[in-house]
Structures are given as structure tokens and as C-alpha cells.
């Protein structure tokens, strides 16, 4: 990494970008719209149920956290189990579509 890059750098990368992609709550102009999915925002402690590869059925406890992303416009969400500590995270965006007026999930 160059001087200047270290110079300009005061946090790590990984907490610039969060605190960038994060957002206090939904945009003014879409909440209502948002709100099917928004009404989730927090922690929740779940039971995961996972089929692994060898066609077994596990089931573990985990977290599922919510929150608003992209300057409220987005509610995204990472699912994860630490028991099953060979799997990453998994994480799924949702957006409000402007060409359908409803909800898009990716």
C-alpha cells in the first residue's frame, strides 16, 4: 500500500465501507413502500434448519439480522449460524423496484 493510501486511510477499509452502506432508517420518499420488509429491522435469535451436502438434515441456533442499507432505500439482511462454522454468512438485499412499484429481492 502506498504512503499516501496509508495517509488518507484514519479507519480500516472494511468499517469505512459499513459505515457508508448503512443508514439510520428507510428514506423519507419510499418507507411506507419499504415497510414490508423494514418492520424486521433488529436482531432476531432464530432455529436454522440446513440440509447439507450428504443429505442430512441439521438444525442449529442462529441470528438473523436486519437493517437499513444504501440511504434507506435498501433493508438488507445476514443470516448466520455459528455451529455450522464451515458456511459463510449468507446476506439478501431487498429494494424497492421503481418499474413495478413493489419490493425486489436479491
Given at each position: 500500500?502506498?504512503?499516501?493510501?496509508?495517509?488518507?486511510?484514519?479507519?480500516?477499509?472494511?468499517?469505512?465501507?459499513?459505515?457508508?452502506?448503512?443508514?439510520?432508517?428507510?428514506?423519507?420518499?419510499?418507507?411506507?413502500?419499504m415497510?414490508?420488509?423494514?418492520?424486521?429491522?433488529?436482531?432476531?435469535?432464530?432455529?436454522?434448519?440446513?440440509r447439507?451436502?450428504?443429505?442430512?438434515?441439521?438444525?442449529?441456533?442462529?441470528?438473523?439480522?436486519?437493517?437499513?442499507?444504501?440511504?434507506g432505500?435498501?433493508?438488507?439482511?445476514?443470516?448466520?449460524?455459528?455451529?455450522?462454522?464451515?458456511?459463510?454468512?449468507?446476506?439478501?438485499?431487498?429494494?424497492?423496484s421503481?418499474?413495478?412499484?413493489?419490493?425486489?429481492?436479491?
Amino acid at each position: 500500500m502506498s504512503r499516501r493510501l496509508q495517509a488518507l486511510m484514519t479507519v480500516s477499509p472494511r468499517d469505512s465501507m459499513l459505515e457508508l452502506l448503512s443508514a439510520a432508517g428507510p428514506d423519507p420518499d419510499h418507507a411506507e413502500a419499504m415497510m414490508l420488509y423494514g418492520r424486521l429491522v433488529g436482531t432476531w435469535n432464530i432455529s436454522n434448519r440446513y440440509r447439507f451436502g450428504d443429505g442430512q438434515w441439521r438444525t442449529a441456533a442462529g441470528e438473523w439480522r436486519f437493517g437499513w442499507a444504501l440511504g434507506g432505500r435498501v433493508v438488507q439482511d445476514v443470516l448466520f449460524c455459528p455451529e455450522f462454522h464451515d458456511r459463510y454468512p449468507g446476506t439478501t438485499i431487498r429494494r424497492l423496484s421503481e418499474a413495478s412499484s413493489g419490493v425486489h429481492v436479491v
